[in-house]
């Protein structure tokens, strides 16, 4: 893990978590195909730390070309839905 940011991001965790879900990807899988724990998939999701791998292959795994294009999706999605 490369740093840790201060504080939790729901909305982010929520957005991921239901791209993944769509996508039937495990956190686990995610994990165990990066060689890590499955908490330091989760915490990245989560936005309590940050490991620019994880995140890419995150954001590759659910189609985004990288992680800040993954999370402006989600962005956009939060403020058409609601």
């Known amino acids: ?14 957005w991921i978590i239901f791209l993944l879900s769509r996508k039937r990807i495990s956190q ?14 989760n915490l990245n999701i989560w936005g309590l730390s940050s ?6 292959h995150i954001a590759d795994r659910l189609g985004y070309k990288d992680w800040d294009r993954l999370i402006e999706a989600g962005d956009s999605f939060h403020r058409l839905a609601g």
């Open 1 to 14: 893990m490369e740093q840790k940011d201060e504080k939790r991001n729901p909305e982010q965790a929520a």
């Open 28 to 41: 686990t899988e995610l994990a165990q195909e990066l060689g890590v724990c499955f908490q330091a998939v």
């Open 51 to 56: 490991s620019r791998r994880i995140k890419q």
